[in-house]
């Protein structure tokens, strides 16, 4: 059974720091990329940050010098450190994991992008 989980949201004030956490397990395939997507009430999904099997990093605009990815590769566990946290970064955030060849520019671009497996997300407020 496919298991992708999200962990380690929560309120904070401008300025602050979360570190996000997603777990991937059952997967029948090795993924291609996993990244990290956010959506706002209304708005649509956006990538947030990508990393492929060879460690290369995306950003999108709006996050990039913030945030870091990174994946333990050991322990098959992907994060989202998240600095200098601003009102606009609230949303829910979700994890996602992509069977087939994948672009993590074109991931985070701001275009709609097809993930294989997505978890249910965690919320991150940030209060201003």
């Known amino acids: 059974q496919v298991q992708v989980e999200e962990s380690g949201g929560g309120s904070v004030e401008t300025g602050g720091s979360l570190r996000l956490s997603c777990t991937a397990s059952?997967?029948?395939?090795?993924?291609?990329?996993m990244g990290w997507f956010r959506q706002t009430p209304g708005g649509g999904r956006e990538g947030v940050a990508g990393i492929d099997n060879q460690g290369n990093t995306q950003y999108a605009n709006s996050v990039r010098g913030r945030f870091t990815i990174s994946k333990d590769n050991a322990k098959n566990i992907l994060y989202l450190q998240m600095n200098n946290l601003e009102p606009e970064d609230t949303a829910v955030y979700y994890c996602a994991t992509r069977r087939v060849s994948c672009s993590i520019t074109y991931m985070t671009s701001g275009n709609a992008y097809d993930m294989t497996h997505w978890g249910k997300g965690t919320l991150v407020t940030v209060s201003s």
């Open positions: 059952g997967l029948p395939y090795t993924s291609r990329c």
